[in-house]
């Protein structure tokens, strides 16, 4: 596909990167057959091919306004298009480029503005949302359905271990799951206790960047992806073997640390070196199977793939392979490739859509009865947790179960 961009952009890395994504779509409308959007409303702007053409005339110059600001709202930066395209585009590089051009071209309203404001600065800050969440849940009794919903259970934390190992990595204590779910990271330290690591959280680590920078804010993500990125440079000079992030979605944010970064030639290089040695529990685990010290009391399970796990590194079965060989069992989830609507804030963003992709993962989900719902991400986590029948857990949490003897 040719395109002349029009404006300084094309003079830019991010100018290069559109235009060479460009170039490799032919236009053949197999990313539709995976696009959980189209599926929904079957609008062709509502898929990736409909709005690479968005992307593209904005770049050319033309008028820009609030049908191409919906339709990019919409998508849910899942990737899915991604995994079935003949041509190797890397859709969501673009995504990002004509989202950020987008924003400069059409102002959104000030109530927008103000919202998505708003979520930005309760989350990536943790102790405002743990405040917050901590004052409603004495009063969720009376709170409307739609807070009483967005108010995730207490769990409890349970104990971390104290042994020191010779093998280290840094762990991503991150924003959200902080102040929402700080149970899943005493468990990852805990696991990975048990199989000879001492997994730490690094100080002067917080937000990965992703909330902001899809929120408008590009500047102030990449100001948190260098922050993390300095941190993270200490801890691998002082011989941290990796960067674990068990939340999905930040990992698949922080391996874009090279792109966004890419007009910045020192902190491009140190992302590089993040990025290299960045991985998820599961690609520790698998090379370094834990031992169970008891079978699960309530095997019989379901697993869901979330997005950022099953299609940027691949690694979407992973979790439920480890599950079973420690005596799980993981039922069948038919379209195990669409998403459950979470994906960072859309759900927030876009409620309606997420809603019924959300209705549609459930009952793919629970169609084989399972005890419990396990997934790879804390967005995915709070979304199916808000509606699903049965307990949604982090799956590190299922191995933890079986080690704590």
């Not at 596909?1 to 300084?8: F, H």
């Not at 009483?148 to 271990?161: F, T």
């Not at 799951?177 to 199989?195: E, G, W």
């Not at 195990?336 to 859309?346: D, V």
């Amino acid at each position: 596909m040719r395109c002349d961009i029009e404006s300084p952009l094309a003079q830019t890395v991010a100018g290069a990167t559109a235009q060479a994504v460009l170039s490799a779509c032919v236009h053949c409308g197999m990313c539709n057959a995976t696009c959980p959007t189209y599926h929904l409303t079957g609008d062709e702007l509502d898929g990736p091919r409909g709005r690479i053409y968005l992307i593209k005339q904005a770049l050319e110059g033309e008028p820009v306004g609030r049908l191409t600001q919906n339709h990019l709202d919409r998508c849910l930066s899942c990737r899915a298009c991604e995994t079935t395209c003949p041509s190797g585009v890397e859709y969501h590089r673009l995504l990002d480029v004509g989202r950020e051009v987008v924003a400069h071209q059409a102002p959104r309203p000030w109530s927008e503005r103000l919202f998505r404001g708003a979520i930005r600065a309760l989350c990536i800050e943790p102790w405002r949302l743990a405040t917050l969440i901590a004052l409603g849940r004495p009063f969720r009794f009376a709170l409307p359905a739609i807070l009483k919903g967005k108010l995730p259970p207490k769990v409890e934390i349970g104990s971390r271990p104290t042994r020191v190992h010779e093998r280290r990595m840094s762990l991503l204590k991150g924003c959200v799951q902080s102040a929402t779910a700080p149970h899943i990271n005493a468990a990852n330290q805990r696991v990975f206790d048990k199989v000879g690591v001492t997994l730490t959280e690094t100080p002067g680590v917080g937000c990965c960047g992703a909330l902001s920078f899809h929120l408008d804010a590009p500047d102030e993500g990449r100001a948190l992806a260098r922050r993390n990125i300095d941190a993270w440079i200490g801890e691998l000079d002082a011989g941290a073997e990796a960067v674990i992030v068990n939340a999905s979605g930040c990992a698949a944010f922080i391996r874009d640390y090279p792109d966004i970064l890419a007009e910045d030639p020192v902190y491009a290089a140190r992302a590089r070196r993040v990025v290299e040695n960045l991985r998820d529990p599961i690609e520790v685990l698998e090379t370094t199977p834990p031992t169970p010290h008891r079978t699960p009391a309530r095997p019989r399970i379901a697993v869901h793939q979330s997005c950022t796990l099953r299609n940027g590194p691949r690694l979407g079965d992973a979790p439920a392979r480890l599950l079973a060989s420690l005596g799980y069992d993981p039922q069948p989830v038919a379209d195990a490739h669409l998403c459950c609507g979470s994906a960072g804030a859309y759900s927030l963003l876009q409620p309606t859509m997420a809603g019924k992709l959300r209705a549609d993962k459930i009952t793919a989900l629970t169609a084989g009865a399972p005890q419990a719902i396990y997934t790879a991400n804390i967005g995915c986590w709070m979304h199916l947790g808000e509606k699903s029948p049965v307990p949604v857990r982090h799956w590190i949490e299922a191995v933890d179960d079986l080690l704590d003897a």
